[in-house]
Nanobody
Framework: QVQLVESGGGSVQAGGSLRLSCAAS????????AAWFRQAPGKEREFVSA????????YYADSVEGRFTTSRDNAKNTLYLQMNDLRPERTAAYYC?????????????????WGQGTQVTVAS
């Protein structure tokens, strides 16, 4: 059974940091590209960052470039998102998704598996 489980969310003050994790099971994680998306209430799910299945090539939304870092540990079947200098506008539910070969790595439609999300709340 394919499963993605996010963890690490919580409440922080502006300027703080959090590290999210996404534990994968039921499939060969190393053969999938993986991504983080976020969704605030009343808004569309939007791309945050992604990492290719090969060579660990990473991609970031302009709004988080230089503040967020995504990485993966295939031995642990886990995806990570280190978030630094958090701002209130980053408040959202954060989701991880996986896809074997996304055509457009920033498009949520290209991801076939999703976790249940973890809430990140940044207070000003």
């Amino acid at each position: 059974q394919v499963q993605l489980v996010e963890s690490g969310g919580g409440s922080v003050q502006a300027g703080g940091s959090l590290r999210l994790s996404c534990a994968a099971s039921g499939f060969t994680f190393s053969r999938y590209s993986a991504a983080w998306f976020r969704q605030a209430p009343g808004k569309e799910r939007e791309f945050v960052s992604a990492i290719r299945r090969s060579f660990d090539i990473t991609y970031y939304a302009d709004s988080v470039e230089g503040r967020f870092t995504t990485s993966r540990d295939n031995a642990k079947n886990t995806l990570y998102l280190q978030m630094n200098d958090l701002r209130p506008e980053r408040t959202a539910a954060y989701y991880c998704g996986t896809a074997p070969a996304p055509t457009k790595i920033t498009a949520k439609e290209d991801y076939e598996n999703w976790g249940q999300g973890t809430q990140v709340t940044v207070a000003s």
